[in-house]
């Protein structure tokens, strides 16, 4: 039976940098997911299609799968493919999507952001190509909210979600899969698994940290199963819908057992991390930190030794916050670069287009065209196969890239849960302020340009604007600034801090010292005591 409830729009169902996130009760109040899934539906259409469903496993991810299916199967859509128990990482999904060749996939995830009852949920919808939806499409989709009057409803029971197998729903198909099986296949047609076998099996040791979060399944089976890493590589394996209470996110900040480790007496080989979705990763060397602009630059460099990128590399794009890292990568390869705005969006029609092969973001985000969405085990096993292969360690292999390319040094400071107001009044000063700024000199530094980043899709034309202030020196140092478009409280300040030593000297210095100059004219330029009150960041990567 199939209801029509009538409901009203709600304020601020506007997707931001990665679907639309909320608190989770603000998810769970009368009518809000249900007006954002039937929104999503008026805009894609449903009827006759097949979508993908999961999520990340994060606190009412079950309940709402349950509302999304009832949904799909009103609005007339002929089959779901859902991981069993909802749990699909966000790559996963995105690979489902693809290989079933489905109208798209309904993802359950706030990625990184803590989960349960007074933390994040989020809900975001990927095209057929596997990608988050291009802005437009969220446009659309938030227009939908706001004239919102009705939404449809199938009256059923439950769908059993934990039994893998056909369901129906009405006269909806509900398949129900294993989130790992076709994932994992789809790695070991990528690396080389032989060789990563033969690593550990001569004692190579690594620690896989997945957060209590969505990654474990999958990182317990390729790395411990199939592959033969030690039992008990893989630690919080265990996906829990508050995550622990941890923050699953893979940085130096919020993964520090795992840097405690790394930096500690008897460090394993490698350490690597996951985010709440799988979607991100940190890795790190025995008493080395890879920064993910490096980390994206030396997996350019070294794809080739994979048999999935032994053809070589189309090309390389970066969002325009990474560094330049990987810029010098391709241009030695002579393949093409690309700069996108902040987002895995902006990536997905140079992939689908055949320009890049492998993409990244600063924010611990790496991948490549064999989905479209990052992919956090994607790049712990590509860097895997790079070690198997050139049998160095972590801390050789980037000495050596430095000595090659030059180092940019790299930092990302986030100044968390500013009140709204003052963090849009420092933009909008800093924006005023950017055409006085050429050749002003800051801290002996030359400013060169300064503008407000602007991007022009190769492929289909399409303009985003003020993506992010960019104050760019003489010598190659960079500052850039934006707001964060994926937070639930306040406004978080993102500061970027880049600087290029050409070598031989002066490569070996930490990030934070080498970037001093950058970071005080950045306070300098932007006046972020004045507006905001916060001399030190919240989050240092
Ligand atoms: C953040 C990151 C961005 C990433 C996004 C989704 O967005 O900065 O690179 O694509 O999360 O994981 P932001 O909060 O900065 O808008
Ligand atoms: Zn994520």
């Known amino acids: 039976m199939i209801t029509t409830v009538t409901t009203a729009p709600i304020a601020g169902q506007k997707p931001g940098t990665s679907g639309l996130r909320k608190k989770t009760p603000v998810f769970m109040a009368r009518h809000y997911l249900e007006n954002f899934v039937q929104s999503i539906f008026d805009v894609v ?37 859902v991981g069993q128990g909802a749990i699909l990482s966000t790559p996963a999904a995105s690979h489902l999507i693809r290989l079933n060749k489905t109208d798209g996939g309904i993802i359950m995830s706030a990625s990184h952001n803590p989960g349960g009852p007074d933390e994040d949920f989020g809900v975001k919808f990927n095209m057929p190509n596997g990608g988050p939806a291009p802005e437009g499409v969220t446009e659309a989709m938030f227009k939908r909210t706001t004239e919102i009057t009705e939404y449809k409803m199938m009256e059923a029971q439950d769908v059993d979600l934990s039994a893998i197998g056909r369901h129906q729903l009405g006269p909806m198909i509900v398949d129900v899969v294993d989130p790992v099986t076709d994932y994992a296949a789809l790695m070991e047609t990528l690396f080389d698994f032989p060789a990563i076998r033969a690593m550990f099996a001569g004692g ?7 957060m209590c979060a969505v990654t474990g399944p999958y990182a317990v089976e390729i790395l411990e199963n199939r592959l033969g890493a030690a039992k008990g590589t893989c630690v919080n394996a265990t996906p829990l819908p508050d995550f ?10 919020w993964a520090k057992a ?28 025995r008493g080395i930190y890879v920064s993910p602009s490096d980390s994206l630059a030396v997996l350019a460099a070294n794809a080739q030794l994979a048999p999935g990128y032994a053809k070589g590399l189309a090309g390389v794009a970066r969002s325009m916050p990474t560094s330049a890292a990987a810029d ?13 705005p902040t987002g895995w969006k902006f990536f997905g029609n140079l992939l689908d287009a055949g320009k890049a092969t492998l993409c990244g973001e600063e ?24 070690l198997a292969v050139r049998k160095q360690s972590v801390a050789e292999i980037l000495t050596e890239h430095w000595a090659k390319y030059g180092r940019n040094y790299y930092s990302r400071h986030d100044f968390e849960a500013i009140a709204t107001d003052k963090a849009d009044a420092m933009i909008t000063a800093l924006r005023g ?7 002003k000199v800051v801290e002996g530094m030359t400013i060169a340009a300064a503008d407000d980043f602007a991007y022009t899709d190769p492929v289909d034309g399409s303009v985003s604007q003020k993506q992010g202030v960019r104050i760019l020196f003489g010598d190659g140092s960079r500052i850039v600034l934006r707001l964060s478009g994926t937070g639930t409280e306040g406004a978080t300040l993102r500061l970027y801090l880049e600087r290029y030593a050409a070598g031989p000297d002066g490569l070996g210095l930490d990030a934070q010292e080498a970037l001093a100059p950058v970071i005080r004219a950045a306070h300098d330029l932007a006046q972020i005591t004045a507006f905001t009150g916060r001399t030190e960041p919240d989050v240092v990567t």
């Open 45 to 81: 259409g449903a009827a006759g299609k097949t979508f993908v469903l999961g999520g990340d496993g994060r606190y009412f991810n079950d309940r709402a799968a349950q509302v999304i299916l009832r949904m799909a199967a009103a609005n007339g859509a002929a089959r779901m493919i």
């Open 204 to 210: 190579f040791r690594m620690r896989m940290d997945s």
């Open 244 to 253: 622990g209470g941890m923050h699953p996110d893979p940085n130096p900040t």
């Open 258 to 285: 795992l840097m405690d480790e790394m930096f500690g007496a008897n460090a394993p080989d490698f350490g690597a991390a996951s985010d709440g979705d799988g979607d991100r990763n940190m890795v790190v060397g």
């Open 328 to 340: 010098r990568v391709a241009d030695a390869l002579g393949i093409g670069k690309f700069e996108t």
């Open 363 to 386: 924010s611990f985000g790496t991948g490549s065209d064999h989905v479209r969405e990052k992919d956090g085990l994607w790049a712990i096993l590509l860097w895997l196969n790079v």
């Open 433 to 439: 302020s950017l055409a006085s700024l050429p050749g």
